[in-house]
Each structure stands twice: as structure tokens, then as C-alpha cells.
């Protein structure tokens, strides 16, 4: 989707501007990409007020980076963030934002809220593809007049799946190779609100605040490389401003798949939020392969009863888990004997009582990992430890967790709204089947 027409903006304090709300649909559940380009003047500029133009966004009712405290804006209620258009520091430039978004099946919204007379410019939504995003050349308007600090130049905000790599190559020059400048050519990068030093002058207050600098590089191509270990928030900001006329030669966002991204926090215990959205269109009821004589609850009470009360989980949902994965349907049981029939080279990679995956053996706790194998995991006990903990891991990431929603990514780590699996735990739980 691409839109590029856009009223004026009314002006005002503080104000929801509903002219420009823009709705738009995507068929496919997916990783996408919504580039906002924007403008916003200072106080001096303006000549109806006394006041800066802000512009900031909300996509869905979320709205991006209202708790961050950046090193070089002034945070307030959402405006003076990575994700915000600030005139005082853009002084009537455009800055172009890049919310990178997890998007589920259907229609969405996006909102804007304004501080006097900002410009929208341009809004494009698409679809990532391969998980990778990359460019070449980029260079800001030569029009700009830039100042000692610089002026935001663009913004990657990164809700849910984070840069498995980012990467920056860029190419800035002295003023002494420059004959019609007296300055340098400097790039500021903001990450999550903090500035990057310089990594060959730290301390220099000319130059610690430029990740890059013409002046120390003389020309010379820099490289900036953050992985994901530079990003642990649910929300992540990278932000890079521009002094003078430098050049991005490349600039690459490789990210984890969405299952990766969930998988690696669960496995590793690191912070995440898990977004599942409800699903009316879903329905429950009997499948026609269950059957009741296959339970497998009642067998590990006692099990049950010892890792719920070790992990602080309802043991009903852990009763629930092992009712459904051992009556409903028998692929499992087919699996096993095709597995040990080919002496271990075919069969099933899911294990019994709680159905795991075989990779769910590695999930660290303390900080190092169980590296339970196939073996451990055909033994009820160690089965229902890993799948116990999986099941804590994945209700502490979960916003608003429900038993539906629990059930839902503890089927599929790749879901984006509530599964079939999903609705069938919660009746089950409910309607205590297992007993």
C-alpha cells in the first residue's frame, strides 16, 4: 500500500489528528514493513505559533516508544522518541520511519497524534521478504542546513522480532576534502534511545557523540555491526541523524523469524513479549479422532503435581496439555513404531506425555542448558519437567495470557492469533475432561 495525499494539518495543542487515519488490510499473516515519511518545523519556523511541530503514531492502539528516554531529544508523552517526528531537532526536514511489524491476517490501523502544524509526506506498507531488508547509497537532501549536533535522518523501530544483524557502511568526509565545506561529514546512531560513541575518540566532546566522523575517518569506509544481543526489549529503536552530506553505501536488517525469535527467548530466558490476538472465527468442539482411553493424566499425577507446584503453574493446564496430545489422534504412536522400525533414522521428533519436540530438551534454566536427549525425553518424569517450565516460559511472554493463548504457542511458535489447538485446551481446561 502506498498513500502520498494527505490534508494539512489543522494545528493545535496536543491533538489526535483523524484526518489522516489510514486503514489498510493484508491478506497473509506475516513480517511487514510500514515507512512513514514526515516533516516537522522548530519554533522559529513557525509563524502562526511559538511552538514546535511533533508527530508521533500509533498502529492498532500501540503506540511506539512512549517510555524511552533518548540522549538528545526531549521525551514527552510520546513526542522527542526514535519512533517521533521532532521538529526541534528536524528544524522543517523529513525523516522517514521504518516500523517493522509483526501483522496479523486482516484489517489494521494506523493513527497519528500531532503537536501544532506537522507534514505527512508518505505512508508505504509491504511485506518483508526473506526476513531481510537492505539499501544502497543512501544520501539525506543536500538542501537541509545541518547544525553542530545534525538533524534525524531516518528510524528502524522493531516491535516483536528483533535484527538478528544490523548493519551500517558508510562513507564520510573531512572539510579539507571538501572544498566548497568548512565542515565534516558526521553520522549519529541511536540505539534504543542511547547514543553510540565514537569508538576512536570516546571522550572528545567534538566528536563522541558521532558514531562516524569524516574529520577521524578521512574518507575512509566505516562499519557499524549490532546483533541481536544489542537488542533485549520487546520494543527496539535504532536511530541515525546526519551532519553534513554523508553517504550510506549499505545498510542491511537481517531479522529472526517471528517462531525463532519466540523460540530463542523461551529457550534462553530472555525478555520478550508474545502478542496473540483472539480469533471468533475459530471454533472448538469434539474432533472425531478423539478417544478418552488413551489419556495419559492419570498415570503422571504425581509428576504433574510435583513440577506445577515447582514452576508456579496451574497444574490444570499442564493436565489439559497431556489429556489433548495423547487422545486426540495417534500419528505419535505410528510415529514411534516407524522410529525404533528404522533403528532410529525415521519416526516422529515429538515425545509423549507432553508431546515436546526434541529441541525443547536444550531449554536452559540457571543459565545452563538441561541438554536433555531423545531417551530423557521418552521418561514421563523429564518429559513433564522440560514441558512445565516451556509451558512458565511461555505465559510470562504472553500480553493478557489466556489458556487458549498458551495452548496456541505452545503448538506453534510461528502463531500470530488463537489456534484450533488453542480453543480445544480451553475446553478441555474448563470442562476438567482430563478428570
Known amino acids: 500500500m502506498k498513500k502520498n495525499d494527505f490534508p494539512s494539518a489543522p494545528g493545535g495543542n496536543l491533538y489526535h489528528w483523524k484526518a489522516v487515519t489510514t486503514t489498510f488490510s493484508v491478506s497473509v499473516a506475516d513480517q511487514y514493513v510500514i515507512a512513514i515519511t514526515a516533516s516537522a518545523k522548530n519554533a522559529q519556523q513557525n509563524e502562526a ?12 492502539g500501540f503506540e511506539f516508544a512512549k517510555k524511552e528516554i533518548h540522549g538528545e531529544k526531549v521525551s514527552w508523552q510520546g513526542f522527542g522518541t526514535s519512533a517521533a517526528w521532532d521538529g526541534a531537532c528536524l528544524k522543517g526536514s523529513s525523516q522517514t520511519n521504518y516500523f517493522f511489524v509483526e501483522l496479523a491476517e486482516g484489517e489494521h490501523v494506523i493513527d497519528f497524534y500531532a503537536d501544532e502544524t506537522p507534514m505527512l509526506e508518505k505512508i508505504e506498507v509491504f511485506q518483508l521478504t526473506d526476513m531481510l531488508f537492505e539499501d544502497f547509497d ?16 531516518m528510524s528502524f523501530i522493531f516491535l516483536g522480532a528483533r535484527p538478528k544483524l544490523f548493519l551500517i557502511e558508510a562513507i564520510c568526509w573531512s572539510a579539507s576534502q571538501k572544498p566548497e565545506s568548512r565542515d565534516d561529514d558526521n553520522i549519529k546512531i ?12 570516546s571522550t572528545s566532546k567534538r566528536y563522541q557523540n558521532f558514531f562516524m566522523s569524516g574529520n577521524l575517518s578521512q574518507g575512509v569506509s566505516e562499519t557499524l555491526q549490532l546483533t541481536s544481543s544489542s537488542f533485549e526489549d520487546f520494543e527496539n529503536t535504532v536511530e541515525l541523524w546526519y551532519d553534513e552530506e554523508p553517504i550510506i553505501t549499505r545498510l542491511a536488517i537481517e531479522l529472526d523469524s517471528i517462531a525463532q ?32 482411553s488413551y489419556s495419559e493424566v492419570s498415570g503422571n499425577i504425581h509428576l504433574i503435581e510435583k513440577y506445577a507446584e515447582q514452576y508456579g503453574v496451574d497444574e490444570d493446564i499442564i493436565k489439559s496439555i497431556i489429556y489433548l496430545e495423547t487422545t486426540h489422534g495417534y500419528a505419535d504412536r505410528v510415529g514411534e513404531l516407524v522410529h525404533y522400525l528404522s533403528g532410529g533414522w525415521w519416526g516422529n521428533t ?56 498458551i495452548g496456541t504457542v505452545y503448538n506453534n511458535s510461528n502463531a500470530l492469533k488463537v489456534s484450533e489447538y488453542g480453543v480445544w485446551l480451553g475446553e478441555i481446561y474448563r470442562e476438567k475432561l482430563f478428570d
Open 49 to 60: 505559533c511559538t511552538d514546535d511541530d511533533d508527530l508521533r503514531v500509533a498502529l492498532d
Open 261 to 292: 525469535e519466540r523460540d530463542h527467548s523461551i529457550m534462553k530466558n530472555t525478555p520478550l513479549k508474545i502478542s496473540i490476538a483472539e480469533n471468533p472465527d475459530v471454533r472448538g468442539g469434539v474432533p472425531i479422532y478423539r478417544d478418552e
Open 190 to 201: 541511536v540505539v534504543n534511545g542511547k547514543i553510540l560513541p565514537n569508538p576512536q575518540a
Open 350 to 405: 515429538s515425545l509423549r506425555p507432553m508431546n515436546l519436540q526434541l529441541r525443547w530438551g536444550k531449554i536452559e534454566e540457571n543459565g545452563k542448558p538441561l541438554n536433555y536427549i531423545r531417551e530423557d525425553l521418552e521418561n514421563p518424569e523429564k518429559n513433564i519437567h522440560v514441558g512445565t517450565l516451556l509451558v512458565k516460559r511461555i505465559w510470562d511472554r504472553l500480553e493478557n495470557p489466556t489458556v487458549e493463548k
Open 138 to 153: 543512501l544520501k539525506p537532501d543536500p538542501s537541509v542546513e545541518t547544525r553542530r549536533n545534525g538533524i534525524p535522518w
